[in-house]
């Protein structure tokens, strides 16, 4: 999955889950973190989808939609490839908490954040309470993903 480009949508839900607010570190270099405020999202109508936004600072936030098997997996093990990949770091101190490396690829631009891995795991572990990964794909609209597959980018809707 990519920066909210998406066709494949869900109709809107009551969001049941609060969100997860995380302090994320990105790496700007090998040796000089930024921190980052992060908000995942979790829609039960769309239950495949992990909606992320990444605050700026100054200007608008920055939002991607990340597959939340991706990000099931990538707490404990390499998960994804091309657009997004997640793994877990190697540990650095004795004691210190478990973290994420979390690597958003736009073609143009690449963005290593690290990020806090037993939050992340347990809000995903209610997403999984909320809607098994079985039933995940059930509330997807796929009418409407193939007509816009058929009317093709740019093409108006009726």
Same mark, same amino acid.
Request: overall charge negative; proline content about 9%; cysteine-free.
């Given at each position: ?6 066709? %494949? ?5 009551? @969001? ?13 270099? @090998?040796? &000089? ?6 908000? *995942? ?23 991607? =939609?990340i597959g939340r098997e991706l990000l099931h997996?990538? /707490?404990?093990?390499?998960? #994804?490839?091309?657009? /997004? ?7 650095t101190l004795p004691g210190a908490p478990p ?7 736009? #073609?143009?631009?690449?963005? %290593? *954040? ?9 809000? %995903?572990?209610? &997403?999984? =309470?909320? /809607?098994?990964?079985? +039933?995940?794909? +059930?509330?997807?609209?796929?009418? #409407? *993903? %193939?007509?816009?597959?058929? =009317? ?7």
């Amino acid at each position: 999955m990519h920066r909210d480009q998406s066709p %494949l949508r869900a109709h809107p839900a009551h @969001e049941l889950l609060p969100p997860l607010h995380l302090d994320l570190d990105q790496m700007l270099d @090998e040796f &000089t973190r930024q921190r980052v405020r992060a908000t *995942f999202r979790f829609d039960p109508e769309m239950a495949a989808v992990i909606t992320v936004e990444f605050m700026a600072e100054r200007g608008p936030g920055l939002v991607w =939609r990340i597959g939340r098997e991706l990000l099931h997996h990538g /707490v404990t093990s390499m998960s #994804g490839v091309g657009d /997004v990949r997640m793994w877990p770091t190697l540990p650095t101190l004795p004691g210190a908490p478990p973290s994420s490396w979390l690597l958003l690829d736009s #073609g143009e631009v690449e963005a %290593l *954040f690290e990020l806090p891995t037993e939050p992340l795991k347990e809000w %995903l572990d209610t &997403t999984y =309470r909320s /809607v098994a990964a079985e +039933a995940e794909m +059930a509330g997807l609209n796929w009418d #409407g *993903f %193939l007509m816009d597959l058929v =009317r093709g980018p740019g093409t108006a809707s009726e």
